[in-house]
């Protein structure tokens, strides 16, 4: 917006005599004219990039979800028929179900943990290279070997958090094999991995001025009124980003998943996400078509939701200098 | 209470509360170097031993003879190197003509570009697979790198923050010095938006280096296989090598923290959100 009005201002300023005028005007169009080539050269690799692997893409994945393409076959167009298809596919529903599960628990409390760590990890302390380090270590490690980590800590023989719950007399559930606790279990690993969240909001915490502090400690405001009046509606922006980011990647749900049950989605398809049975379709049955109708589903229902955020962030979220 | 010490107090507590945080996040760290020295036998005995007893070193030496570990080690780094260098080139120079240079539709393609950043990437998955089908890429790591050459959009978004951030007034100086916008950028923005592009750089390494879906549809000869699709041959029917496994993924991850641990500083200075409006 800024950059509008500047370019306004620029048309607005030449107040000289009329034959001068022209000249600088001339000599004006021409400079702007090099700007423009140069402005659209620095941008050209993304024009390119946004055409070839994404407008592209995003379009003929639409013409794809009306066919039944498939690598081995042509395919031909059949409509609806895809989309049709998918609302009698029981499965679909199961996969549709699972995804908002975890994405109606892991997004609220991605938000709350991530906030407080950040807060944690901004304080001014020796060693928070050391401490920061650790909180990010669990990104770091490859989804694989996490996977399998995840499965021994939760195992429910000889796993490490059952063994610690039956030390203060709690029989533990056996978790990733109970159809009921594999989702909370997901949820709890995708918390652990939070570290990336963490550092964006830490760089929204770094961008909030000192000086707001030092009015309020003049002021003798205590920790919790500093953090409710200063740091959370300044945080705001950040978190509205890290929202958006969290649905999408709560409905992105596929590489801790699909490594943990080998991408069967056990027990009893309780881990069988939409991106997982998307990756099935296309990957493993080669139903393209229908797989390209599932990713269209996902992109309406994630739209959606995005544009939601989008309005009743008005409410919600303060921009500093408004 | 006088204010010194008051602060000291508040000072051991906050690292009390951090240490013990740090616990919880540290735990399957601990357990992932700890299996990676164990012999297999040790691997599930409860309560766990922490201290594998003896240390068997030589998990080290069989996994990376179990898999072929330097040719997946060379694969993955070529992929990462190349796509890291690809989105560090191309981001910036985008960023950069989104945050200072002035030319018809700009504020359009920045609006169209944060919507992109939105769709989720199996969207698109489908027919870009096809795509490089045709190209005859798939079995190739082309793919994996050639994308990062033409700009991602959350990294191109977070280095416009960035260079939305910095003075017009350098710009102004040496253009008036008869610098080319060119020179301008790389002699003077570039170097100025050194955080901002350590960020996305780090970004770009950490995605590239753990990427599972990616080489997973698109390497389709296990001679390109990268570490992280390698770590699944340690699970077979046979029986499973967890200790091998998990040798692998501790020497997978040790470089990583590494440069996070140095990097930390200028990496969270680089991402800045003050531009959004």
Same mark, same amino acid.
């Given at each position: 917006?800024k950059?509008?009005?500047q370019?306004?201002?620029?048309k607005?300023s030449?107040k000289?005599?009329?034959?001068?005028?022209?000249n600088?005007?001339?000599?004006?169009?021409l400079a702007?004219? #090099?700007?423009?080539?140069?402005?659209?050269?620095?941008a050209?690799?993304?024009?390119?990039?946004l055409?070839?692997?994404?407008?592209?893409?995003?379009?003929s994945?639409i013409y794809?979800?009306?066919?039944?393409?498939?690598?081995?076959q042509?395919?031909e167009?059949?409509?609806?028929?895809n989309y049709?298809?998918?609302?009698k596919?029981?499965?679909?529903?199961?996969?549709?179900?699972n995804?908002?599960?975890?994405?109606v628990?892991?997004?609220?409390?991605?938000?709350?943990?991530g906030v407080?760590l950040?807060m944690? *990890?901004?304080m001014? /302390?020796?060693g928070m290279a050391i401490? #920061?380090?650790?909180?990010f270590?669990?990104?770091?490690v490859p989804?694989v070997?996490?996977?399998v980590l995840?499965?021994?800590l939760?195992?429910p023989?000889?796993?490490?958090?059952?063994g *610690?719950?039956?030390t203060?007399?709690i029989?533990g559930?056996?978790?990733?094999?109970?159809?009921?606790?594999? =989702?909370p279990?997901l949820?709890?690993?995708?918390l652990?991995?939070?570290?990336?969240?963490?550092?964006?909001?830490?760089?929204?915490?770094g961008d909030?001025?000192?000086d707001?502090y030092?009015?309020?400690?003049?002021?003798?405001?205590?920790?919790?009124q =500093?953090?409710?009046?200063?740091?959370l509606?300044? @945080?705001?922006?950040v978190?509205?980003?890290n929202?958006?980011m969290g649905?999408?990647?709560a409905?992105?749900?596929?590489?801790?998943?699909?490594?943990?049950?080998?991408?069967?989605?056990?027990?009893a398809?309780s @881990?069988?996400f939409?991106v997982m049975y998307?990756y099935?379709?296309?990957?493993k049955?080669?139903?393209m078509?229908?797989?390209?109708?599932m990713?269209?589903v996902l992109f309406v229902? /994630?739209?959606?939701l995005?544009?939601?955020?989008?309005i009743?962030?008005?409410?919600?979220?303060?921009? $500093?200098?408004k | 209470?006088?204010a010194? #010490?008051?602060?000291?107090?508040? #000072?051991?507590s906050?690292?009390?509360v951090l240490? +013990?945080?740090?616990?919880?996040?540290?735990?399957?760290?601990?357990?992932?170097?700890?299996t990676?020295?164990k012999?297999l036998?040790q691997v %599930?005995? %409860?309560?766990p031993e922490w201290i594998?007893?003896?240390?068997?070193?030589?998990n080290?030496?069989d996994?990376?003879?179990?898999i072929p570990?330097?040719t997946?080690? =060379?694969n993955?780094i +070529?992929i990462t190197?190349?796509?890291?260098?690809?989105?560090?080139l191309?981001?910036p120079?985008v960023?950069?003509s989104?945050?200072k240079l002035k030319?018809p539709?700009?504020?359009?393609?920045f609006v169209i570009?944060?919507?992109?950043m939105?769709i989720?990437g199996?969207?698109?998955?489908?027919p870009l697979?096809l795509?490089?089908?045709?190209?005859g890429?798939v079995?190739?790591p082309?793919?994996l790198?050639?994308?990062?050459?033409?700009?991602?959009?959350f990294?191109?978004? !977070?280095?416009?923050?960035?260079?939305?951030?910095?003075?017009?007034? *350098? &710009?102004?100086?040496?253009?008036?010095?008869g610098?080319s916008e060119? &020179?301008?950028?790389?002699q003077?923005? !570039?170097?100025?938006a050194?955080p901002a592009?350590l960020?996305v750089?780090?970004f770009q390494?950490m995605a590239s280096?753990?990427?599972f879906i990616?080489? *997973?549809l698109y390497?389709?000869?296990?001679v $390109?296989y990268?570490l992280?699709?390698?770590?699944?041959? %340690?699970?077979?029917?046979?029986?499973?090598?967890w200790?091998?496994?998990?040798a692998?993924s501790?020497?997978?991850?040790i470089p990583v923290?590494i440069?996070? %641990?140095?990097?930390?500083k200028?990496?969270? =200075?680089?991402?800045t959100f003050?531009g959004?409006?």
């Amino acid at each position: 917006m800024k950059s509008n009005m500047q370019l306004a201002e620029n048309k607005n300023s030449p107040k000289t005599e009329p034959n001068k005028q022209i000249n600088i005007t001339a000599k004006k169009s021409l400079a702007n004219w #090099r700007q423009y080539k140069t402005g659209l050269l620095f941008a050209s690799p993304w024009i390119i990039g946004l055409f070839v692997f994404y407008a592209i893409p995003l379009f003929s994945s639409i013409y794809f979800s009306f066919t039944t393409y498939s690598i081995l076959q042509p395919g031909e167009f059949i409509g609806l028929q895809n989309y049709k298809d998918l609302m009698k596919d029981q499965l679909f529903w199961k996969s549709v179900y699972n995804t908002v599960y975890f994405a109606v628990f892991y997004v609220p409390l991605g938000i709350i943990f991530g906030v407080a760590l950040a807060m944690m *990890l901004n304080m001014k /302390v020796k060693g928070m290279a050391i401490y #920061r380090t650790i909180f990010f270590l669990p990104t770091l490690v490859p989804h694989v070997a996490l996977a399998v980590l995840w499965m021994w800590l939760l195992n429910p023989g000889f796993g490490l958090i059952n063994g *610690l719950l039956s030390t203060i007399g709690i029989e533990g559930p056996s978790w990733l094999g109970s159809e009921t606790w594999s =989702k909370p279990s997901l949820i709890l690993m995708s918390l652990w991995g939070i570290g990336q969240a963490v550092v964006i909001y830490l760089a929204g915490l770094g961008d909030i001025p000192e000086d707001y502090y030092d009015a309020a400690n003049v002021d003798g405001a205590n920790w919790f009124q =500093k953090t409710c009046h200063i740091t959370l509606p300044l @945080l705001t922006p950040v978190i509205f980003f890290n929202l958006v980011m969290g649905i999408i990647g709560a409905f992105q749900q596929f590489t801790l998943p699909y490594t943990l049950t080998q991408g069967k989605g056990t027990p009893a398809n309780s @881990l069988t996400f939409y991106v997982m049975y998307l990756y099935d379709n296309g990957f493993k049955f080669f139903k393209m078509g229908y797989a390209s109708a599932m990713a269209w589903v996902l992109f309406v229902i /994630v739209m959606a939701l995005t544009a939601f955020v989008f309005i009743t962030s008005k409410r919600w979220v303060h921009y $500093q200098g408004k | 209470m006088d204010a010194a #010490r008051k602060k000291k107090v508040s #000072r051991f507590s906050a690292h009390i509360v951090l240490i +013990i945080a740090s616990f919880f996040f540290m735990i399957p760290f601990i357990w992932m170097v700890s299996t990676s020295l164990k012999p297999l036998t040790q691997v %599930f005995t %409860f309560p766990p031993e922490w201290i594998p007893k003896p240390v068997k070193w030589s998990n080290y030496i069989d996994a990376m003879n179990y898999i072929p570990f330097f040719t997946y080690l =060379k694969n993955t780094i +070529i992929i990462t190197v190349f796509s890291t260098v690809g989105a560090v080139l191309s981001c910036p120079i985008v960023a950069y003509s989104f945050a200072k240079l002035k030319w018809p539709g700009r504020n359009i393609l920045f609006v169209i570009t944060i919507g992109v950043m939105m769709i989720p990437g199996q969207v698109t998955m489908i027919p870009l697979f096809l795509l490089f089908e045709k190209l005859g890429m798939v079995g190739t790591p082309y793919p994996l790198i050639l994308p990062a050459f033409f700009g991602i959009p959350f990294y191109i978004f !977070l280095l416009r923050q960035f260079f939305m951030g910095l003075p017009d007034s *350098l &710009r102004e100086a040496a253009k008036i010095d008869g610098a080319s916008e060119f &020179r301008i950028y790389w002699q003077i923005m !570039l170097p100025l938006a050194k955080p901002a592009v350590l960020a996305v750089g780090l970004f770009q390494f950490m995605a590239s280096w753990t990427d599972f879906i990616g080489p *997973l549809l698109y390497l389709t000869d296990s001679v $390109q296989y990268t570490l992280s699709l390698g770590l699944q041959q %340690f699970q077979s029917q046979k029986g499973s090598e967890w200790g091998l496994m998990m040798a692998v993924s501790t020497m997978m991850t040790i470089p990583v923290v590494i440069l996070f %641990f140095f990097l930390q500083k200028t990496f969270i =200075k680089g991402i800045t959100f003050s531009g959004i409006k």
